[in-house]
């Protein structure tokens, strides 16, 4: 006898694979945009080439944060990180074929080197507002305590006050959730120049030269979100077959 399929039969086999959604006014613990800032570091640095460079072939670099750090309760945003720079350059090579006045032999090399950068900026406005920090606390407190008096005092009086051999304290620490950054994007405008860029020596072509040093000068954007991880609460509601 062949079975007959029933809407109703399909649809609880769906919902029972469905997780458990709470309904209603929720509280959760999400990250939450205090600010969204875009930033422009200056940077300038001497990068020295371990041999002589002919030319530079291309440059790809990457930026890398290491501090990204809100200082509650001010408002004070730290900033550190470095450019990743890998540098593919020409360099002459006489044990290909020495130089001649029309022609230059080189071999293609590399060379990765990070640029430091660091800045102090403040966030003027915020999306959201952050938590601030609670401060720990700690009280000591004391018990009274009666003594007995020696010889020469009155027999009815007592010594009262505390007694030092004892010590008690109350005291308090809130874990405060620290604010972190994420970033978005960067952009970076550079200018280099060689310093000290000098004539290939023998019968080499006169426009052609070598240097050691090069001279960077870069424009830094970087945009990026400061987040804290803060209590809201959201309405959860549904138009799921399943809640009907």
Known sequence: MTGVFKEEDGLAHHCERKPHVSIGKIITKVPVVLAELNLQI??????????PVLEIKDIKKRVHLTQCRLLLPSKKLFIKGFVRKNIQYASPCSEIELPTETSVASD?????????????????????????????TREEFDFIRSKTLPDGFPEKDEL?????????QESSQFYNELPFCELLSSRIVEWDEALDRMPLPGHAPFHEGVFTQMEEKMVLDIRLNVLQKQQIRVASTTNDDCMM
């Not at 200056?42 to 041999?51: A, C, L, Q, W």
């Not at 293609?108 to 959201?128: A, K, Y």
């Not at 009262?160 to 008690?168: K, P, V």
Request: proline share 8%; glycine share 2%; net charge negative.
């Open 108 to 136: 293609l090399h590399s060379f990765t080197v990070d640029i430091p950068f660091e800045q102090v900026t403040e966030i003027n406005e915020f999306l959201s507002m952050p938590v601030m920090p609670k401060n720990n």
């Open 42 to 51: 200056h940077v300038s640095e001497t990068i020295s080439f371990p041999e």
């Open 160 to 168: 009262m006050g505390n007694d030092i051999s004892q010590y008690h």
